[in-house]
């Protein structure tokens, strides 16, 4: 049973949120980093997890299929593979640090970065 397990629902409703996260990866994994508020941050290494773990068990063009799916842009996938394939990492791909509070409405901000080595 899956009692109290629930999602980050970001105040949006689901086609919104589902939006926003799909937007978010794909600038993620077109740059390698981002810096968002620390609720947005959360779900983005949670969704990145998933998402590179799923890519790497299968083949080539099943792992393209699957990226097309979730990012919108080319470039944003072919990094997304490039990454997924030349890890040897089991998990642990992301990282998220905190950085602070912004200015203007002191939201807490995380920097959230793919793990190279």
Do not use: C, W
Request: aromatic letters at 6%; glycine letters at 4%.
């Amino acid at each position: 049973m899956r009692h109290r397990v629930q999602k980050i629902k970001l105040n949006r409703p689901a086609d919104q949120r589902k939006a926003l996260v799909r937007n978010m990866l794909t600038s993620f994994f077109a740059t390698g980093y981002m810096k968002t508020t620390d609720a947005k941050a959360k779900v983005l290494v949670s969704e990145a997890e998933k998402l590179i773990s799923l890519i790497r068990d299968k083949s080539d063009m099943n792992a393209i299929r699957e990226l097309k799916r979730v990012l919108f842009t080319e470039e944003a996938s072919r990094n997304a593979l490039e990454f997924a394939t030349k890890s040897d990492r089991k998990s642990g791909f992301v990282r998220r640090t905190k950085v602070g509070q912004r200015a203007g409405d002191g939201a807490l901000i995380s920097h959230v970065e793919l793990i190279i080595e």
